[in-house]
């Protein structure tokens, strides 16, 4: 899988946050919600537990976890689940789910967001992020890009047009250079926002 596709994927995602959910107290809880889908059943790490599952191999889940004692939880936890699946369909069904919540629950620790349970497949995942998955799957970037830049592109235009209709009355009231006012912290917060977003780093006025 391409790192770089991955990370931009990531990055664009979590600017559709920014640009849907226009709230500044969004912004310190925006990046958890980047791993929000990998606790369901149709999301990238039970897909990952299936496939080593299905091949007997712990090493493709490994890639979920961070911490070496984290690494020793899974394996047991795998190894005890392919020993208890080969006894009967009814023990497969119960053994895959109890490894599912716990590579779920290990990995979520790992990402410092709490683990509230596996959620069922056809869990609704925000558009933003459903689009970066389908990224990462197809390993083009573009479509993406394009997407989430019309979306900024739209969004500075629509802050920046009011504030130009703002600021040609600001002088003619004190009601209307408070109006001014309001729409220029709107609008310097948004691109602040999205600053803070690509760049990892505050950015202030």
Known sequence: MNRR???????????????????????????PFIFGHCDTMDGPVIKDAKKALKFADVNIVLRWVKKKEDEEIIKEAFNKTIAVRALSPQAKEVADMSFFETLVRIHRAGEGVPYTGVKPAGTKVDPGIAAADRAVENGNVDSLVSDVTAHVAGGIKERFNALTEKK??????????????ETY???IHYIEKLLQTVFGHNHKH
């Open 5 to 31: 596709i991955v990370f931009f994927a990531s990055v664009l995602a979590l600017l559709l946050y920014v640009i849907f959910y226009d709230d500044k107290e969004m912004v310190p809880f925006l990046f």
């Open 168 to 181: 040609k009355i600001a002088d003619q009231s004190v009601e209307a250079g408070r109006e001014y006012v």
């Open 185 to 187: 912290v709107n609008f």
